[in-house]
């Protein structure tokens, strides 16, 4: 009885290795192209985490014509929840971060090296244990649940390392022979990993984010096939990353520590190492203490809440972008129009310690993404979104083409109005267009400088009197403002009233800040010659005298 005869017996049907080789060619692509993967479980929401990852991993594939692909890690089935998938393919789909590759819905799935969920190629993965029990690399352990109990209460009690190694590794020991006849009286066993470690030795490595890391040799026979049949994490990623052609395994940093285990394995398996790129994970400032984003207490963790407030998911990659990448900033100022997916991104300048997730830079990129859309984009946008989250705000905008003159002003010019970071946002920045939203509120006119009864009345029946002409431009609605101003003993310019502020009794621009508020019961708005255009000289007629009655 040899090793061989052993994995026969355990693996009777398994496949040679080499029919996986030639099945799964190495891929034909240009040099220097980068393949790499997003491998979630399926086990919940989607993380803001999961998508930073996702996005790196397929702007680095992009940008180097690689190839992107998404792989299911389900082999842990107690975790698992229903419709995890295609929770997972949906969430992508929504930031536009979709894989070139792998899972396309709960069972459906694109390209050549599939199946791309973990629980479909379990005749794979026992083809490679086959191997290494024939190489003498892997054996059965028939430690029960209870050994490993007793294992660590000594390790705890002798205050020694844990783990199965070196003289703990019961198993590792016995004769083929022993183990034969052990798995022939039908006693249950799952296959460990042989390590041929040693963990007074250190091993030297360099990660592409975190840089040179030095860690203790891995001497852990840890566990490669189940009871269940199905691989655990560690060997399932060497399999697959293999097979599929990984070049770079871009992952989160808890993974870090293992990667001495993992090289150990590709080098057991006579496979080719990817290179490793660590994210750090995203953080965020808790009162002045800098802790993980945590799906528990933020809800900004969950990917599907930016959807539910109206984020638009373009605004979170372009900020993801951000706090990937610290040049991407000074990138994006030098390059206001450009789409993001021009900028490079590189890996080796991510944060090691974790960048930090600020919401209110996050609504200001929100602010200028929006900025930059069309008005029939923003209709569209806040529309649907307003279908599905603010009734009240849907039925404002139902009335399309005035919705597009109200979204048009100060937009398609050098400096857009900038009040929108997020779909929630629009009703309270657009109702008061609206004569019915308007009217019903109970509005508090907050006057400025100037506020006196007499006076404010006086400015409104004046200008609608002598001044307003709805023909006019923008140059000549102005200068009227300003005629109307020195005729009322204000000063036509700033700057006059600030070299002899006792000749006048305020200026100008407290003129314009009463008719802004009148108008709309705001002191701050885009553009108010063009609101006065939506508006008409009829509604602006209407607005002034029930500004006027406010005082009343
Ligand atoms: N399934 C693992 C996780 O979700 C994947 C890690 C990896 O990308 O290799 O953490």
Excluded at 104 to 122: D, F, H, M
Excluded at 229 to 250: N, R
Aim: glycine share 6%; net charge neutral; with cysteine.
């Amino acid at each position: 009885m040899d090793y061989k005869d052993l994995a026969n017996l355990i693996f009777p049907e398994a496949k040679e290795i080499a029919y996986y080789e030639e099945k799964y060619p190495r891929r034909n692509l240009k040099e220097g192209a980068i393949v790499t993967r997003f491998a979630p479980s399926p086990t919940g929401v989607m993380h803001v985490g999961g998508l930073y990852q996702a996005l790196i991993a397929k702007k680095i594939a992009n940008q180097t014509e690689g190839v992107f692909f998404l792989r299911i890690e389900d082999t842990d089935q107690k975790r698992e929840v229903e419709n995890g998938v295609s929770g997972i393919v949906t969430s992508l789909k929504d930031f536009a971060i979709e894989p070139h590759e792998g899972m396309s819905s709960e069972t459906e799935e694109i390209g050549n090296y599939g199946p791309y969920k973990q629980s479909q190629r379990k005749e794979i993965y026992q083809a490679y244990a086959k191997y290494m029990i024939e190489q003498g690399k892997a054996y059965p352990c028939f430690c029960t649940p209870e050994d490993g109990e007793q294992i660590r209460a000594k390790q705890e009690a002798a205050k020694i390392r844990p783990g199965y190694y070196g003289v703990w590794a019961k198993c590792r020991n016995h004769t083929v022979e022993e183990m034969a006849e052990r798995i022939k009286k039908g006693e249950s066993y799952i296959i460990r990993f042989k390590s041929p470690g040693r963990e007074d030795k250190k091993i030297k490595h360099k990660d592409v984010i975190k840089g040179n890391v030095e860690f203790p040799e891995n001497d852990q026979d840890i566990v490669i096939i189940k009871a269940d049949g199905l691989p655990t994490y560690h060997f399932a990623h060497a399999v697959d990353d293999h097979l599929m052609g990984t070049t770079h395994v871009i992952r989160g940093d808890e993974w870090l520590s293992s990667v001495p285990l993992h090289l150990q394995l590709f080098y057991e398996l006579g496979f080719k190492a990817p290179k490793y790129a660590h994210i750090a994970p995203i953080m965020k400032n808790d009162k002045g203490n800098k802790r993980k984003l945590s799906k528990r207490k933020d809800p900004e963790a969950a990917a599907s809440y930016y959807e539910e407030v109206g984020i638009p998911a373009e605004a979170v990659k372009e900020y993801l972008f951000n706090i990937a990448n610290s040049t991407f900033e000074n990138w994006r100022r030098a390059n206001p129009d450009k789409s993001m997916e021009e900028f490079e991104l590189q890996l080796n300048k991510m944060s090691v310690s974790g960048a930090l997730f600020d919401m209110v830079k996050l609504l200001d990129v929100g602010k200028t993404v929006i900025s930059k859309y069309t008005a029939e984009k923003v209709y569209e946008e806040a529309y649907n979104w307003a279908e599905k989250h603010e009734e009240e705000l849907a039925n404002l905008l139902r009335n399309k083409e005035y919705a597009l003159k109200v979204f048009g002003i100060e937009r398609g010019n050098k400096k857009p109005r900038k009040d929108i970071a997020k779909w929630s946002d629009v009703k309270e920045n657009i109702e008061y267009m609206y004569d019915e939203a308007f009217d019903k509120k109970e509005q508090e006119y907050p006057y400025q400088v100037i506020k006196e009864k007499e006076e404010v009345q006086k400015i409104l029946s004046l200008y609608i009197e002598r001044y307003y002409d709805e023909n006019d431009d923008k140059q000549t609605w102005f200068n009227k403002i300003k005629e109307l101003a020195g005729e009322m003993g204000y000063a036509k310019e700033v700057k006059e009233f600030k070299a002899n502020p006792e000749k006048y009794k305020a200026h100008v621009g407290d003129v314009s800040t009463v008719l802004r508020v009148a108008l709309t019961a705001r002191t701050n708005t885009p553009d108010m010659y063009e609101i006065m255009q939506v508006l008409g000289k009829e509604r602006i007629i209407k607005r002034f005298e029930k500004a006027k009655q406010f005082f009343s």
